[in-house]
Each structure stands twice: as C-alpha cells, then as structure tokens.
C-alpha cells in the first residue's frame, strides 16, 4: 500500500477545497493507503514567508513529501491562479521535490472560467519540480460544495462521480495499473444476485457506503459505520435478503431488506458504484428487493434515509414509495427522512407475470 501525502493550501476555515480533500481522502483510506496531511495554514507564518525551510515544522512538512508515494495537491483558485499560501511553500521545496511521484492535482473555484488553472499554473510548477506522473486534475464548482454548521460536506454528484474516477484513476497510476474507466455497461449483461453481507463480492458496497457517509455527516457513529444493524438481519433465513448487481467479475450496486414487523421489511445499504451511476442500477437493485419481500410474504416496504442524501431521496420517489415527511421542508430540519411503499401479493405477481 502506498503513502499519499496531501496538501492542504486554503488559508480558510472551513474550507471547501479542504472538503474536497477530505472526501478524497476517505477514498484513499478505502483503499488500504495510508494518507499523511500536510496543512499550510497551520505551519509558522513568518518562517514560511521568510523562505526559512531549516524551521522544524517546514523541514518536518517537506519530509511528509520525501517520503510519500504519491501526492495530492489541492488549491482554491486565487485571482485566477493556486492560492499564495501553495506559492511560498512550493517555493521553499528542493528542485526536485517530487521526484518520481505520482501527483493528483485539485482545485476549487467560483467560476468554470477558471477551470484551466490546474493545467496553465499548477501543472507546470509540479513538473518543475520533477513530478514522475501527473494525473488529470478536477476542478470543482465552489456551489457544489455544501458545507453543513457543526461538520459534514455534500458535493453535488457532478462533483462527486468525477471526483472519484480521477481518484480511482491516480491510484492506478500509484499502482502502475491501467486507468480505470467508467464505460456505460450493457444493463442486459447485468446479473443480480443473493449475497450475504460477509461475502468478498459484498465488500465493495460495504467499504463504499462507509466512504459515502462519513464526510457526509462529518462524524463516525454506528450509522456512518453500517453497524447499528446486525449483519446477520440480511440473511435469508431470518427473512432478509442481501442483493447485488454483478457485471464481468465486478459488483456494481447493491441494497438489503432486514424485518421490520410483521409485515413490513426495513430496506438498508443501498448502494451504487460512482463509477456506474445514472444507469438505472438503483431502480434494478429496488426492484429485485421488491421481488425478495414480495417472495419472504412482506406486505410492504419501509426505509429511512438520511438528510444528506437527496439522491437517494429522488430515486425512493421515482420508484413509488411514499414520503411520511412534508417534502417542502429542509430536510435537515427533519432529519431521518421516512418512506413507504405497498407490496402486492405474492399470488398477484405471479398472475402478472403469467398473464
Ligand atoms: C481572494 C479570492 C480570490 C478568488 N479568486 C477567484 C478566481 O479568480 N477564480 C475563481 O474561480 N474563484 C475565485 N475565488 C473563489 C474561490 O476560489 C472559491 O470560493 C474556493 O472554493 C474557495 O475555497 P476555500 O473555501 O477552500 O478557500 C476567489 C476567492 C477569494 C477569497
């Protein structure tokens, strides 16, 4: 497993480049990779303006890079250039202070207009100062990063989705592996299949869902872990049901039924891949679980979702479930938003189908 350092260079509290970052950064702990931040704004002021590198906490942050594999850089973007904050300190660095690394380039602005100033300013210097790969960079609209009062961050999925291909893609590069792709795939090649929560094939989601929440509510609780439900509630044979969508050896989306009472199933860890959304696969996953209740003799369906997931709000309507929340409200306000959804009869899909 790699070291990644990163580089924080926003001189604000909060941050929504630091956002940013910190989403990339629940990525790169999924995947095994140790992460070691180095933040400008908490280094000295004056020896850093004064160019000292020998101060101990500059030595100490220019040995974090030293030692690092690869590199994430982040900046919002200043008067139409990296922040000065990013400046002085890659002014303090040695030449070839990133020699042979692997360097993923972010940045966060106002204006797409300004979307070239990863490749025209910050590209150049990270070359310069003998960068060994430089992937492609994201810039992100400042509006699509919300910022809650009290932690948490939601970036709009136009952010998010690319955001976490060109991460996925940096860490192929930091592993030599080729660039991963996120081609539409043939939904009629796309298997759905029972699982169990302990499955290898399950871990995708499961690690996923964890990076998903976390920075979401900006806190780690039982919720955000996925451990306030047993894992063995999604078993078969205490009625519930795991499903996945698999697609040439990968799992794409998934989502489980638990019991609720005597009728109902509770619908918990709905998930898509960043790299397959918008193709529908929510909806499948929906349906197959519908499909699970309707043979385990549930009557209906019951799921909470959190505040902080519009997405998946949307996708619960559009496939008819009923809100038990006043829709027009700010869903912070209310909190656990609440759906239900009708069942038919098991005898009643089955005369469909076979008419
Ligand atoms: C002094 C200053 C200059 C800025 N100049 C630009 C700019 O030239 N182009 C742009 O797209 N955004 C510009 N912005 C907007 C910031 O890039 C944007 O709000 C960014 O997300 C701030 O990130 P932060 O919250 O991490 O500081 C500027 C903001 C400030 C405070």
């Known amino acids: 497993m790699a070291i990644i350092a990163t580089i924080s260079s926003s001189p604000s509290v909060p941050s929504r480049t630091d956002a940013v970052l910190d989403y990339v950064t629940k990525v790169l702990g999924s995947h095994g990779h140790t992460v070691t931040p180095i933040v400008l704004r908490d280094l000295p002021a004056e020896p850093l303006l004064r160019g000292r590198a020998d101060h101990p906490e500059i030595a100490a942050a ?7 594999d690869a590199v994430v850089v982040t900046t919002p973007v200043y008067k139409a250039a990296y922040s000065g904050l990013l400046k002085v300190f890659l002014d303090l660095l040695p030449q070839y ?30 070359t310069s100062l003998g960068a060994g790969s430089i992937g492609q960079g994201w810039f992100v609209l400042s509006s699509h990063v919300r910022l809650y009062d009290g932690g948490g961050l939601l970036l709009d999925p136009t952010a998010s989705v690319p955001l976490y291909q060109v991460t996925r893609s940096f860490l192929a590069a930091v592993a030599g592996e080729p660039t991963v792709e996120s081609a539409p795939v043939q939904v009629a090649a796309v298997e759905a299949v029972r699982a169990r929560p302990e499955d290898p094939e399950s871990a995708p989601l499961l690690a996923d869902l964890v990076v998903e929440y976390t920075p979401r509510y900006g806190q780690t609780n039982e919720n955000t872990q996925l451990t306030e439900v047993p894992s063995s509630d999604f078993h078969a044979e205490r009625d519930g049901a795991f499903v996945l969508l698999r697609y040439c050896g990968q799992t794409l989306a998934g989502g489980a039924l638990r019991r609720y009472d005597e009728h109902t199933a509770e619908v918990k860890q709905m998930w898509t891949s960043h790299l397959h959304r918008r193709q529908g696969l929510g909806r499948r996953v929906l349906a197959e679980l ?28 559009a496939a008819g479930f009923e809100p038990q929340f006043d829709v027009e409200a700010d869903p912070e306000s209310i909190g656990p938003l609440a759906f239900r959804k009708e069942l038919p009869a098991s005898n009643d899909v089955a005369l469909k189908v076979a008419s």
């Open 97 to 126: 202070a990133l020699k042979g690394k692997t360097v993923l380039p972010l940045a966060t602005g106002g204006t797409p207009a300004h979307v070239l100033v990863i490749d025209y300013a910050l590209r150049p210097v990270l």
């Open 62 to 68: 220019a040995a974090v890079l030293e030692t690092a």
């Open 290 to 317: 519908e499909a699970a209740a309707v043979d385990l003799g549930y009557r209906s369906l019951y799921l909470t979702t959190g505040p902080r997931q519009p997405e998946a709000a949307a996708l619960y309507l």
